[in-house]
């Protein structure tokens, strides 16, 4: 099994930065892809963006050019810079990590709130 622990969200005004980070332990060995969903009030939950352990990077269009995901393989850690952030940023942010074999996200941290203010 896999622990994933996030920090770093909070308050912030639109225009503002925030820097998420997740910790992975367990059975490290067994994960490949790992990355950021997130849930706001009454949304279905989405991929905000995701990161290979090779390094190459997926991100949501409406992320694009604001947030920044990198990874740090040697501390199982990934982050997300976001910066320039809105008030549609809002939301519930969870970091995500998969086995290798498997397609889909299987392991998920317990959320971090990110809330912007207009």
């Known amino acids: 099994q896999v622990q994933l622990v996030e920090s770093g969200g909070g308050l912030v005004e639109a225009g503002g930065s925030l820097r998420l980070s997740c910790a992975a332990s367990?059975?490290?060995?067994?994960?490949?892809?790992m990355g950021w969903y997130r849930q706001a009030p009454g949304n279905e939950r989405e991929l905000v963006a995701d990161?290979?352990?090779?390094?190459?990077?997926n991100y949501a269009d409406s992320v694009k050019g604001r947030f920044t995901i990198s990874r740090d393989n040697a501390k199982n850690t990934v982050n997300l810079q976001m910066n320039n952030l809105k008030p549609e940023d809002t939301a519930v942010y969870y970091c995500?990590?998969?086995?290798?074999?498997?397609?889909?996200?299987?392991?998920w941290g317990q959320g971090t709130q990110v809330t912007v203010s207009s």
């Open positions: 995500a990590a998969k086995d290798r074999w498997r397609l889909r996200y299987n392991y």
């Open positions: 367990g059975s490290v060995s067994r994960i490949n892809d």
């Open positions: 990161i290979t352990s090779g390094g190459s990077t």
